[in-house]
């Protein structure tokens, strides 16, 4: 009885704040894709000079303006299997050393700040502490499950896409550019990534620029599906690239877009 009248009037407890791996990517109409910044941080702010802009600046053309023409796309149309290894980027390596102290350390300011602040205005104190518990945590998983994967990170990422012509997309619009070995790939980091977090790992592919154009005219070909495909990591803020393949996926469309 005494149990009931202490939830009665004082409230069921109040569950912590549990950073996930759905506040490391963000939502799209397309799936999920990967992101730099934690979702749910309150740093950003709108600005009265931004909301001029966007409402008298942009669209504002006076009769006598000239039009501009768009600069000449300079970027060479490649294969993505053929630019593979340029994605890798070398130096992101974690540091594992002083986990325990970096955790409290860590834990301790969350502590502070969480009596002031909301928790989800703490994402970047959230994202560093699910990285180095992660790294704790991949202590007793790496026999099992080693993160083997060569690893990279956004600003590579966008580096390629600006120097060639591709483009980077969430999985679930292009999931049939993936092949079965890619499918292989997917499954063994995802064990390795549950095994760390308890959760799913995000994925994006990077593939040809003429794909998308493809989808949006709601055309299929079995031409081009060499997709290079990409991971978050749960041990830092990068990526890991899982492969790329020059295989066309062929079962695929000729039993669902052929009708064989």
């Not at 009248?5 to 894709?33: H, P």
């Not at 860590?106 to 989800?120: A, C, F, G, V, Y």
Request: aromatic share 10%; proline share 5%.
């Amino acid at each position: 009885m005494q149990n009931y009248f202490k939830r009665l009037f004082m409230g069921e407890k109040k569950k912590g704040f549990m950073f996930t791996t759905t506040n490391l990517g963000t939502q799209t109409g397309d799936g999920m894709r990967i992101s730099d910044r934690p979702q749910g941080n309150q740093s950003n702010f709108i600005s009265i000079d931004s909301l001029y802009t966007q409402n008298v600046g942009i669209g504002t053309e006076s009769p006598n303006t000239q039009k501009v023409e768009p600069p000449k796309d300079e970027r060479k149309e490649v294969k993505p299997i053929e630019v593979f290894n340029e994605i890798k980027k070398e130096g992101l390596e974690p540091n594992f050393n002083n986990l325990d102290k970096k955790i409290k350390v860590i834990t301790d300011r969350i502590e502070i700040l969480k009596e002031h602040l909301s928790e989800e205005h703490l994402m970047d104190e959230h994202k560093a502490l699910f990285f180095l518990k992660n790294r704790r945590k991949y202590a007793d998983t790496r026999k099992k499950y080693p993160l083997d994967w060569a690893m990279t990170n956004r600003e590579a990422v966008d580096d390629l896409c600006k120097r060639y012509k591709l483009q980077v997309v969430p999985l679930k619009q292009y999931y049939t550019l993936v092949p079965n070995d890619g499918l292989k790939e997917m499954n063994r980091y995802t064990k390795a990534y549950k095994a760390i977090t308890g959760d799913k790992p995000i994925f994006e592919l990077v593939i040809k620029e003429k794909e998308v154009e493809k989808k949006e005219e709601k055309t299929r070909t079995r031409k081009d599906r060499d997709p290079i495909l990409l991971a978050n990591s749960p041990l830092g803020n990068f990526m890991f690239v899982l492969g790329a393949w020059d295989e066309e996926v062929e079962f695929v469309d000729e039993i669902i877009y052929e009708g064989k």
